[in-house]
């Protein structure tokens, strides 16, 4: 699996990534929800750069330029509820894109352990697309891996790229041994998981921060 660290180098991705770990920024339910889908947008920018691009005449009010644009969209999936607004950021730069949405969440079987459920898909034909899956919490992984397989019910893409905002180290070797021909985008990587399984020291709940605690 190729991994892209993009907090290995000075962006306002650090920027945005420290505003949302931030407990007082993180009152602002507004201001949180826009750093994600900041990140989003830069994310997309930089996924970009490894796409196909083909060549096309542009016609200006002046003459004829050659250009180059998009071969193809990507099609956007999304984990529901908290890659909501990292799903808006790319849908903002990759605005011809279908996309696809996935509920999966923790069923917990006690206070230490869990299963993931998929209960939702709606998706388009993925087969042979470039598919980009985002769900801003790399945790243990597997939320991912279960999301990339139900998809699979939709067509079998050429290329996956996986977008997350803070990853977990296990989470990272978990999805390199699980879908190693992806390739994984990361803003920032914490060290470790606590007992329950959430990213210390993250930044808690990315789906109660942008839209309220479940009840």
């Known amino acids: 699996m190729q991994v892209n660290y993009l907090n290995q180098k000075n962006s306002l991705i650090l920027q945005f990534v420290s505003e949302l770990r931030d407990v007082k920024i993180q009152e602002n339910r507004m201001q949180f929800r826009k750093n994600i889908e900041r990140i989003g947008q830069i994310m997309a920018y930089e996924i970009s750069k490894e796409l196909r691009f083909t060549d096309t005449e542009i016609n200006t009010p002046l003459g ?10 990507p099609v956007l999936a999304t984990i529901l509820r908290a890659g909501l607004p990292m799903h808006q950021g790319f849908l903002e730069y990759f605005d011809k ?13 006690d206070e230490l352990n869990f299963e993931i459920i998929v209960e939702y898909l709606a998706s388009p034909d993925i087969n042979d697309k470039v598919l980009i899956l ?17 998809i699979l019910k939709k067509g079998k893409p050429k290329q996956v790229h996986i977008a997350c905002l803070i990853a977990s180290k296990i989470g990272i070797e978990y999805l390199k041994e699980k879908l190693p021909d992806a390739i994984l985008w990361i803003a920032d990587v914490d060290d470790s998981l606590n007992t329950h399984g959430y990213i210390v020291p993250g930044l808690g709940d990315a789906g109660d921060l942008s839209f309220g605690e479940k009840v």
């Open 97 to 109: 894109s279908d996309c696809a949405y996935i509920s999966a969440y923790r069923k917990h079987i």
């Open 64 to 73: 004829i330029h050659q250009s180059k644009v998009l071969a193809e969209h």
């Open 134 to 150: 985002i769900d801003p919490m790399l945790a243990t992984g597997r939320s991912i891996e279960l999301a990339y397989h139900t």
